[in-house]
């Protein structure tokens, strides 16, 4: 079974800090993807990737940064945490599809609280 | 907005009924997927759909695609308690680089 782990289920931070979330997938999946899940929003997908070194922007990349230096590795940054910021994010990965485009595998997701 | 829309946003039923939450889109898709989260977790596929399928079963699970209507259906035929959680719609949008695009979900009570 593929399986996406995410570095903490629950997270509290200050306004202003430097916020590291980390995402690893262990089926030698090519794309990984981070999401932030709000009532009333559904999931918007905030970078993903579809390589090592390889980043692209989703939906609402502002106040954010990722980080992909290893395949089953992706990380978001949030470089300087704002209350806006209180969210659950999720991150997934897929892997590439031959004709289609394939399931994607979630992890629990982290919830992070900015104070 | 791409975004799936989904119908209704609550549903609450009881054991043994049927459930039918509806999602519909703007443009044309390469396939559609439906996933379920349960109170707090992650997101678990149930089932993909391609553009050139009516209609796929999984279990307790049918869905159907109406491509002419830009509209999809999930049906859970004899829903148990352990059904309840929050259903999504996600769509692959041709010409998207294969991003899942979610519908905001209904969420399903299933009352024992």
């Known amino acids: 079974d593929v399986k996406v782990t995410q570095s903490s289920r629950y997270l509290v931070k200050r306004t202003g800090e430097k916020v590291f979330l980390e995402c690893v997938q262990d089926?030698?999946?090519?794309?990984m993807f981070w999401y932030r899940q709000d009532p009333g929003l559904g999931l918007r997908l905030i970078y993903f990737?579809?390589?090592?070194?390889?980043?692209e922007k989703g939906d609402i990349p502002e106040g954010y940064s990722v980080s992909r230096e290893k395949k089953e590795r992706f990380s978001l940054i949030l470089e300087s945490a704002s209350t806006n910021q209180t969210s659950m994010y999720l991150c997934?990965?897929?892997?590439?599809?031959?004709?289609?485009?394939?399931?994607?595998?979630f992890g629990p997701g982290t919830r992070l609280t900015v104070l | 907005s791409q975004q799936g829309e989904e119908d209704p946003q609550a549903l609450s039923i009881q054991e043994g009924e049927n459930a039918t939450m509806n999602c519909s889109y703007k443009?044309?898709?390469?396939?559609l997927q439906w996933y379920r989260q349960n109170s707090g977790r992650g997101l678990v596929h149930l089932i993909l759909?391609?553009?050139?399928?009516r209609e796929k079963h999984s279990g307790r699970l049918r869905v159907t695609l109406d491509t002419s209507k830009k509209s999809s259906s999930l049906l859970i035929t004899a829903s148990r308690a352990a059904d309840t959680a929050s259903y999504f719609c996600?769509?692959?949008?041709?010409?998207?680089?294969?991003?899942?695009?979610f519908g905001q979900g209904t969420e399903l009570s299933v009352k024992p």
């Open positions: 997934a990965s897929s892997s590439i599809g031959s004709t289609t485009y394939n399931e994607q595998f």
């Open positions: 089926m030698d999946h090519e794309n």
């Open positions: 990737s579809y390589d090592v070194k390889m980043k």
């Open positions: 443009t044309s898709i390469n396939n």
């Open positions: 759909i391609r553009s050139n399928e």
């Open positions: 996600a769509t692959v949008f041709l010409n998207q680089g294969g991003k899942l695009i």
